[in-house]
């Protein structure tokens, strides 16, 4: 799979829908993408595991407000990154 360090970010958080994102040329598969798709429901048990794993890495997770009214989950390094949920 490739894809933007962005939607990894997002995919990682479980707020990517894998299927729209291969549709959208955000992720491309290299191989059987109905392989990759059998994968996911193994993948998603790490949803709750990549927020800890920020955490313990002395990444700080906040959720906000957006301009839209929509929360963000942001994280904080050296700069602010959110995402939309």
């Known amino acids: 799979m ?9 995919f990682w ?4 829908n894998l299927m ?7 992720m ?3 191989g059987p993408v109905p392989k990759v798709l059998k994968l996911l429901p193994a993948i998603k048990p790490s949803y709750e595991m990549y927020p800890k ?10 959720r906000a407000r957006g301009k839209s ?5 942001c994280t904080v390094m050296l700069e602010r990154y959110c995402i939309s949920t």
């Open 2 to 10: 490739t894809m933007s360090s962005d939607i990894a970010h997002k």
């Open 13 to 16: 958080f479980g707020r990517v």
């Open 20 to 26: 729209a994102a291969l549709t959208r040329k955000q």
């Open 28 to 30: 491309v598969a290299k």
């Open 53 to 62: 794993y920020l955490v313990e890495n002395g990444t700080r997770i906040q």
């Open 69 to 73: 009214g929509r929360f963000l989950i």
